[in-house]
């Protein structure tokens, strides 16, 4: 196990993710999460293992055993990195951030919760255009289609917005709308959008 790796939240395995594999969430040592986009998720064996090394602290458990010949333990449910990592400040260029950025809206009608959302180059590829930041906006297929290779200035598209590299923590922000789809309940006191919630 490489706690280095998995503390950027890249590469983590997605199976780990799945509610039956029991994953723990992993805290810094501020207890914050690792990192949100994805989620700072461990499979129970990583975080097992990471405990006999000694380089977590247990924080939550679930209701659940895993035992062998030599030794019988719960299974952790949230787990604290001894030493704090410095958080990265820019988040990964992925499809989900980009969405995320753009809140699932389509950056050229705004039209938002479109399951057919794409991903659009500002200044299409044919005409020099990046896969950037800068340059990658949400837009919906239609806006899409229309837009086709043309640059925005022959069709007078443009984004609502004009697309930045965002920091992690405007993604947070962006992220309170979209939490993911599995939240153990012993998670919740860490994750900001559910303490937000609270009075
Ligand atoms: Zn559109």
Known sequence: MNIGSSATGEGVNPIARHPNAHPAL?????????????????????????????????????DMHVSCPSFKMKLPSVISLKTYIQPNKYPAFTRFNVFLRDEFKCQYCGKEGNKDLTFDHVIPRNLGGQTTWQNIVAACSPCNFKKGGAHPKQINMWPNQTPYEPTVYELHNNGRKFPPNFLHESWMDYLYWDAELQP
Do not use: C, G, M, T
């Open 26 to 62: 992993v805290l810094n040592a501020d207890y914050r999460p690792l990192s949100y986009y994805p989620l700072s998720l461990w499979a129970w064996q990583d975080a097992v293992k990471a405990i006999f090394s000694e380089r977590v602290n247990i924080v939550a458990e679930y």
